[in-house]
């Protein structure tokens, strides 16, 4: 189960610090030649097609323009990086009745229809291959949209349209899709809450991606593991009640390791970037150590039952 960072322009480059790190990139105009800015290219790479930045534009591009920023990415790429690349969805994020979600979702099936003969089209190399985005509200939509992408010839999933719901809602409509993909063919967009990691580690979903740790970092906050935990900068202006931290706690992290204090400094954006960096690691280790704690459930489970029929 891999764990991808969302990455923009004005980003940290995390691949610098973490050279095996996964990341989603969108296809958005100013992210063009983002990756020439990498010291190591990325190994894992999801090309989202950006379709949350367009739905808050006046207009939409056409797919066309889409897929050819998402081609001018993958020219920069490794030939040896494992590239998946995610079809022009339309969200459901600001669609509030019933007939203005069923168009998104028939949008939503109709451009997976016409980014796969385009990416067929295209011939392009084994190691890039296309992502159909799963686009629903209730169980009849999420496993129609699931099957007629099947359909359609897709093997790789994704599930759209989980921000801004409870958590678990996000778990239930993530077992939806499961239930028709398989787990392990399945990647969660932009769901990153620690009850929901659990639950995807159960689940045994394939991957899942944040821009988490940079959002915080922009809004002055810093995390911390093992337990997990959030604090605001002191100078933060959040409500009074919020936990704030003068000091930095111990932390092993390639930004601290050098100068903690660097993080606790609000601006300009360079502090931001080393705060986000931190905050990654700390988001990062407390997914490995969910991961961990389920492996080892799995190891004791089997002796048991083993012991049980003897």
């Avoid at 949350?52 to 790429?77: A, H």
């Avoid at 359909?151 to 993530?174: A, D, P, R, V, W």
């Avoid at 919020?242 to 930004?255: K, Q």
């Amino acid at each position: 189960m891999d764990f991808y960072i969302g990455w923009s322009h004005s980003d940290a480059i995390f691949c610098d610090y973490f050279p095996t790190c996964p990341v989603l990139i969108s296809a958005i105009p100013d992210n063009r030649g983002g990756v020439k800015k990498y010291r190591n290219k990325p190994k894992k790479l999801i090309l989202d097609c950006g379709s949350v930045f367009y739905v808050k534009q006046k207009s939409r591009p056409p797919l066309k323009d889409v897929f050819d920023i998402q081609l001018s990415i993958l020219e920069d790429c490794d030939s040896t990086a494992k590239i998946q690349m995610v079809h022009f969805d339309e969200p459901l994020l600001n669609k509030t009745s019933l007939s203005e979600r069923y168009m998104a979702i028939e949008r939503t099936l109709f451009n997976a229809y016409e980014y796969l003969n385009l990416f067929n089209k295209y011939e392009l190399p084994k190691f890039v291959q296309p992502m159909g985005v799963i686009q629903g509200y209730d169980q009849a939509s999420i496993e129609f949209s699931a099957y007629e992408l099947i359909k359609m010839g897709y093997e790789n999933f994704g599930i759209g349209s989980l921000l801004f719901k409870h958590q678990t809602e996000q778990i239930e409509m993530i077992r939806r899709a499961v239930d028709v993909v398989g787990s392990a063919n399945l990647h969660v967009f932009g769901v990153t809450g620690i009850p929901q990691l659990h639950a995807m580690v159960d689940i045994g979903v394939k991957s899942f991606d944040s821009t988490r740790p940079t959002m915080a970092a922009a809004f002055f906050q810093v995390f911390y593991s093992r337990p997990f935990r959030t604090f605001f900068l002191s100078e933060s202006r959040a409500k009074p009640t919020s936990p704030r931290l003068e000091n930095p706690l111990h932390c092993e992290c390639p930004v601290c390791e050098i100068n903690a204090k660097q993080i606790f400094i609000p601006s300009p954006r360079e502090y931001m970037k080393l705060r986000s960096v931190h905050n990654y690691y700390h988001l990062l280790r407390t997914f490995k150590d969910i991961l961990e704690n389920k492996q080892r459930r799995g190891e004791h489970v089997v002796p048991n039952v083993l012991r049980a029929r003897n």
